[in-house]
């Protein structure tokens, strides 16, 4: 060292200490930022393999699943104002996140912010009263399944077909049937006004194939129906489409 001192001048050496200084700095600094960006995208995308989206039409019944999933009892629910969000263990070492959309048409849009970390999405219907509001919920699930994400990531919806203890309540192929009318129509309306539109503006996709009519079936997410009945204790099927969904 003493014989370096000699050729290296010493000003050169000090300035080499502190280039050395601020290069295991800017190097530290980066790791940080780098484990940072590590851990928000780990979290991230965990949640988004396990975000179950509970949504549907006013008084289907979905706040009375999502506690029944949540807690395991019947509660009494109101219309909900807000969603309903929690982590709930339903099996053991997998982890859900629930969230319970309100159906009031001016907060179902809300489904939307949660599409990003949707891994999949529970749709309920009054099956009592679906002969009454098939198009209502044809249009909130036609702007589920024509939703970029869902498209784009095809996320499986699970058609909940809730109240089923009730005499007036329609089984899951006529509910099916009626929907799929419905959607053709909606189709139709839906495809004609983008005609009209800046087609870069507008989201809507043609859902199925041209031509043909619409079918469930010929949609590249997963679409499955099943019945179910909060009031019974009857939705373990449910849980375990839910459970299959979450990886
Ligand atoms: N008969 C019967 N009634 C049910 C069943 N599930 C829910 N209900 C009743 O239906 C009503 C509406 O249930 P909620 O869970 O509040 O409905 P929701 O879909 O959350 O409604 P919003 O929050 O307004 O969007 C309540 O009175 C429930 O007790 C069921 O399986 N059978
Ligand atoms: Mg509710």
Known sequence: MSA??????????????????????VIGLALVVLALNVAVVSKKSSKKKNTVLITGLQFAGKTAIYYKIRNNKAVETVTSIKENEADVSIEEGKIIHLVDIPGHERLRFKFSEFMPIAGSVVFVIDSATIGRHTRQAAEYLYDILAHKISQKEKTPVLIACNKSDLLTAFKKDRIQTLLEGEMNKLRQTRTAALDTQDAEENETVFLGFEGQDFSFLDLENEVEFIECSVERDDIDAVREWVLAKTS
Not at 10 to 25: D, F, G, H, M, P
């Open 4 to 25: 370096l001192a000699g050729i290296i001048p010493r000003q050169l050496v000090i300035a080499n200490n502190e280039y050395l200084t601020l290069l295991v700095l």
